[in-house]
T-cell receptor, first 110, second 114 residues
Framework: SQQGEEDPQALSIQEGENATMNCSYK?????LQWYRQNSGRGLVHLIL?????REKHSGRLRVTLDTSKKSSSLLITASRAADTASYFC??????????FGQGTRLTINP | DAGVIQSPRHEVTEMGQEVTLRCKPI?????LFWYRQTMMRGLELLIY????????DSGMPEDRFSAKMPNASFSTLKIQPSEPRDSAVYFC????????????FGPGTRLTVT
């Protein structure tokens, strides 16, 4: 079952615009991870934010975490066609298991 | 590093046949994971190994599925006999023992059972 719920399920924007994806989860976490999956490819780890962090940056990516609301967001600034992919919010369950949401399908239009 | 390697990339087989999927993890990684991805159920963990030992196979759907890791550089996922509902993309991932839990995924094997 999916424990991370991404919102929206699909997002279509123009190249150059910013894209924001949200994630909610139900149980306490040590960290939250975001992964990207290009069509027909494997998943790629983007960024990890720990429970004691509120914001983290990596290049054009910005992730926020609000543990009181059990929510996180991923912002991609100045989007490019190559950002077209599905984005997954992932939490760790137990020592090693990762639990994936259904993902947000992001389409960047030229 | 070549990353996680999976073979074959595509497999089409008939119902009842045996299917074997293969994975080579990143060298030095202690953990290996097998996932299945479908439109209906999303990405599901099937089984994972630590230092070649199966730790949690609670996600394996039924006895038709089995996985082995005979050494640190090779793992197989076998389905015998295969059924049409096994059609999915199967991913292998690996990671080190430290860090925050980031996993490195292979390109996947797209399995179609007719």
């Amino acid at each position: 079952s999916q424990q991370g719920e991404e919102d929206p399920q699909a997002l279509s924007i123009q190249e150059g615009e910013n894209a924001t994806m949200n994630c909610s989860y139900k149980t306490s976490i040590n960290n939250l991870q975001w992964y990207r999956q290009n069509s027909g490819r494997g998943l790629v780890h983007l960024i990890l934010i720990r429970s004691n962090e509120r914001e983290k940056h990596s290049g054009r990516l910005r992730v926020t975490l609000d543990t009181s609301k059990k929510s996180s967001s991923l912002l991609i600034t100045a989007s490019r066609a190559a950002d077209t992919a599905s984005y997954f919010c992932v939490r760790r369950q137990g020592a090693q298991k990762l639990v994936f949401g259904q993902g947000t399908r992001l389409t960047i239009n030229p | 590093d070549a990353g996680v390697i999976q073979s074959p990339r595509h497999e089409v087989t008939e119902m009842g046949q045996e299917v074997t999927l293969r994975c080579k993890p990143i060298s030095g990684h202690d953990y290996l994971f097998w996932y299945r991805q479908t439109m209906m159920r999303g990405l599901e963990l099937l089984i994972y190994f630590n230092n070649n030992v199966p730790i949690d196979d609670s996600g394996m759907p039924e006895d038709r599925f089995s996985a082995k890791m005979p050494n640190a550089s090779f793992s197989t996922l076998k389905i015998q006999p295969s059924e049409p509902r096994d059609s999915a993309v199967y991913f292998c991932a690996s990671r080190t023992g430290g860090g925050g839990g980031e996993q490195y995924f292979g390109p996947g094997t797209r399995l179609t059972v007719t």
